[in-house]
T-cell receptor, first 112, second 115 residues
Framework: ETGVTQTPRHLVMGMTNKKSLKCEQH?????MYWYKQSAKKPLELMFV???????ENNSVPSRFSPECPNSSHLFLHLHTLQPEDSALYLC???????????FGQGTRLTVV | AQSVAQPEDQVNVAEGNPLTVKCTYS??????LFWYVQYPNRGLQFLLK??????LVKGSYGFEAEFNKSQTSFHLKKPSALVSDSALYFC?????????????FGKGTTLSVSS
């Protein structure tokens, strides 16, 4: 719908599991972002990739590991998560020299 | 550091009445300002932006926003609310001089339009 596709849409994982979230953009953008949206809290910027290089990492725990193999794809690798990591994880993309960002539909993550 | 404040957790308005959702910002330089809307279990949808020029910007679905530099505000408005406008609204900012940096969002305001 918006040119940014996230999979899966829903994910339930145990605290000892390893899983990955995937984001793909079809907009020709060269910057990609991961945000975390928890109930009753502001959107938290997690990671920023600009021209496939990580340029920002906002004190995110090491149990979250991003990967940007090319300008169209972004992954978030998850391992040994905690229940408080349950949230909606949103991917976005934009042009580095552009203005607005476009968001995917999000992955609803539940850690049990 | 950049920041955005949305002072209201919720705004209630009757259908057909005008609505305003408030936003104030703080940036070190000139701002890029944005409004996004989020429907349940969906991502954020871009509504409108202010970059430069006319202080009143028009966006999708009949929404508009007024940039006020002296008050560092960027309030979202609509002359006549619809029930379908009920959603979560986010204001966002980016420093004009920091290309490539991410948008910083406010905590969001829930708009509830009653019929």
């Amino acid at each position: 719908e918006t040119g940014v596709t996230q999979t899966p849409r829903h994910l339930v994982m145990g605290m000892t599991n390893k899983k990955s979230l995937k984001c793909e953009q079809h907009l020709g953008h060269n910057a990609m972002y991961w945000y975390k949206q928890s109930a009753k809290k502001p959107l938290e910027l997690m990671f920023v990739y600009s021209l496939e290089e990580r340029v920002e990492n906002n004190s995110v725990p090491s149990r979250f590991s991003p990967e940007c193999p090319n300008s169209s794809h972004l992954f978030l690798h998850l391992h040994t998560l905690q229940p408080e990591d349950s949230a909606l994880y949103l991917c976005a993309s934009s042009q580095v020299s552009g203005t607005e960002a476009f968001f995917g539909q999000g992955t609803r993550l539940t850690v049990v | 550091a950049q920041s955005v404040a949305q002072p209201e957790d919720q705004v209630n308005v009757a259908e057909g009445n005008p609505l305003t959702v408030k936003c104030t910002y703080s940036v070190s330089g000139n701002p890029y300002l944005f409004w996004y809307v989020q429907y349940p279990n969906r991502g954020l949808q871009f509504l409108l932006k202010y970059i430069t020029g006319d202080n009143l910007v028009k966006g999708s679905y009949g929404f508009e926003a007024e940039f006020n530099k002296s008050q560092t505000s960027f309030h979202l408005k609509k002359p006549s609310a619809l029930v379908s406008d009920s959603a979560l609204y986010f204001c966002a900012v980016r420093d004009f001089n920091q290309a490539g940096t991410a948008l910083i969002f406010g905590k969001g305001t829930t708009l509830s339009v009653s019929s």
